[in-house]
């Protein structure tokens, strides 16, 4: 069984009011592949800051993101594919 290790890193940046939160998550694959996926969480003005909230909904629509790009991807490879026979 062949074994593969793609690494994701995220980075996430705050506003200078804490009012939005952007992600950046990055995959990189063994052979060398780089896709990207950029996402914000935006506070209510009403709310009080609380940075975590931010990172935790920026990083998971980022990864989100992330991964419907690699499915939408993997699916245009299959279709390209399918069209060669």
Not at 2 to 19: F, L, M, P
Not at 60 to 79: C, F, N, T
């Amino acid at each position: 069984m062949e074994y593969k290790q793609w690494n994701v890193q995220i980075w996430i940046s705050e506003d200078d009011d804490d009012a939005v939160t952007t992600a950046t998550a990055v995959l990189f694959t063994a052979e060398g592949k780089r896709h990207e996926s950029v996402a914000h969480a935006r506070r209510n003005p009403d709310d009080p800051p609380v940075p975590g909230i931010g990172d935790e909904l920026a990083v998971g629509r980022a990864l989100s993101k992330l991964g419907a790009k690699l499915m939408e991807e993997g699916a245009q490879e299959v279709s390209e594919l399918a069209g060669q026979h």
